[in-house]
């Protein structure tokens, strides 16, 4: 609370604050599902690595 409390002190109006926390979501879900993509492409089993 005290963070918009300070943004709302400098000049930032509760549209502009709302409006990052939406940016700040969506950039986080978009990092967590590359960092989900990335994993996956790291556990891909190929033929080579199958001893056999």
Do not use: C, P, T
Not at 11 to 22: A, C, P, T
């Amino acid at each position: 609370m005290d963070m918009y409390n300070a943004l709302m002190d400098i000049g930032f109006s509760q549209n502009q604050i709302d409006e990052m926390d939406i940016v700040y979501h969506l950039q986080l879900l978009a990092r967590r599902k590359a960092d989900k993509v990335k994993k996956a492409d790291e556990d891909v089993l190929y033929i080579d690595q199958v001893i056999g």
